[in-house]
């Protein structure tokens, strides 16, 4: 497993999968490993992907400060790979939290950026979007499981965890709730649930960074081409991916079936993988 150490002694490790151009690939949570996005297989037949293990998880090291996981902490960590790569520029995935990690790294150094994917992603938090997740979730009021899931999701909101063991067993509990009642969920669960957790991120994250998060400002100096992509039930919704592409200038939305993981849901991953291998491609074009 490739692996550099940062300017602060951390390991910071990534898995290589694939041949072709270059693609680092940084997952969601925050605290989930790279297998969140179980391999990637179609984009791994035309890219050589660089599956990155944020800060805390799978390979890499925790940082010494519990409280070192600001999104500019992780773009930190971007910028020290491309820079252990050697390479000039680096095309981007992020998807979810891993999108604004993206965000962040490219606003801070937008020279640096080949092309970018922000995928299920937002630049802040709306009352929409918290309305859109609120509206999913009662979709299962009738169902056997919904009062325990309630609960746990209250719990992981309220912070009421103390490890990632205790963290993991919350996102167990909670996760049907996420998704559409008419979606089956099993094999997405059981990825997630193999990425692992990181308590310490998401406690950071939801205490210090969401409430206040609005990275639409630092994308207006991204002039690399950017494709923002969302499936077309995923609460993110279209209103948050419409507010990114007017905030960048060279960016384009793909509205695509499927909820927040179309790249592990059988039927969507296909079509999530055109899109995005469709928009990495044309570089070559040009």
């Known amino acids: 497993m490739p692996a550099l150490t940062t300017a602060d002694g951390r390991t910071l490790a990534w898995h290589e999968a694939g041949s072709g151009p270059p693609l680092l690939c940084h997952p969601g949570g925050p605290g989930f490993s790279s297998a969140y996005f179980d391999g990637l297989p179609d984009l791994a037949a035309q890219r050589t992907l660089l599956l990155l293990d944020p800060r805390g998880t799978g390979g890499s090291d925790r940082p010494a400060d519990p409280t070192a996981y600001d999104l500019g902490d992780y773009a930190g960590d971007i910028?020290?790979?491309?820079?252990?790569?050697?390479?000039?520029?680096?095309?981007?995935?992020?998807?979810?939290?891993?999108?604004?990690?993206?965000?962040a790294w490219a606003g801070a150094h937008p020279d640096?950026?080949?092309r970018l994917v922000l995928a299920s992603t937002a630049p802040r938090f709306t009352d929409a979007i918290r309305q859109a997740r609120a509206d999913r979730a009662a979709e299962h009021?009738?169902?056997?499981?919904?009062?325990?899931?309630?609960?746990?999701?209250?719990?992981?909101?309220?912070g009421d965890y103390g490890t990632d063991e205790d963290l993991a067993r919350l996102y167990?509990?909670?996760?049907?709730?996420f998704a559409p009642l008419d979606m089956e969920t099993a094999e997405v669960d059981a990825v997630l649930m193999r990425a692992g957790t990181n308590a310490d991120a998401l406690r950071h994250f939801n205490d210090h960074v969401a409430a206040g998060m609005n990275l639409a400002p630092g994308l207006a100096g991204i002039q690399a081409p950017t494709l923002v992509i969302v499936g077309d039930v995923d609460p993110m919704g279209a209103p948050a991916a419409q507010e990114l592409v007017a905030a960048l200038p060279n960016g384009r939305l793909e509205i695509v079936p499927g909820d927040h993981f179309p790249f592990l849901e059988r039927e969507h991953r296909p079509q999530w993988s055109r899109a995005v291998l469709g928009f990495l491609g044309e570089e070559r074009l040009g």
């Open 79 to 103: 910028e020290a790979l491309r820079t252990h790569l050697g390479l000039e520029r680096i095309d981007l995935l992020g998807h979810s939290h891993g999108g604004f990690v993206a965000m």
């Open 112 to 114: 640096r950026v080949g």
């Open 172 to 177: 167990a509990r909670e996760s049907r709730v």
């Open 141 to 158: 009021r009738d169902q056997p499981y919904y009062a325990d899931a309630m609960a746990a999701l209250q719990a992981h909101l309220a």
